[in-house]
């Protein structure tokens, strides 16, 4: 399996920029894709930003434009970087990792999460 820790988060007004982290450690054979979720109170966790091992990325329309994915060539390390950060980006971010164990068995690990506060 794999662990991720997620770093960099925290309060920030609107309009500036946040980077998060997400470093992944363990044995596997293969990360295929690395996400970032958000999560507000009441609502579904909703995919913010998607990286694959071939360096595709996809967006929510709510972020395109302002926020970037990044990663490694392994995705052990992957960033988000958040410009021009609104206050309805508040929320508490996750980093998701997809792939194959060694044993060749599937694996879809979670961090723990981080909050991310934009005032207004």
């Known amino acids: 399996q794999v662990q991720l820790v997620e770093s960099g988060g925290g309060l920030v007004q609107a309009g500036r920029s946040l980077r998060l982290s997400c470093a992944a450690s363990g044995i596997v054979f293969s990360i295929n894709a690395m996400d970032w979720y958000r999560q507000v109170p009441g609502k579904q966790r909703e995919l913010v930003a998607e990286?694959?091992?071939?360096?595709?990325?996809k967006y929510a329309d709510s972020v395109k434009g302002r926020f970037t994915i990044s990663g490694n060539n392994a995705l052990n390390t992957v960033y988000l970087q958040m410009n021009s950060l609104k206050p309805e980006d508040t929320a508490v971010y996750f980093c998701n990792a997809r792939g194959l164990q060694l044993g060749g068995t599937r694996f879809d690990s979670w961090g723990q999460g981080i909050q991310v506060t934009v005032s207004s």
């Open positions: 990286i694959t091992s071939g360096g595709s990325t």
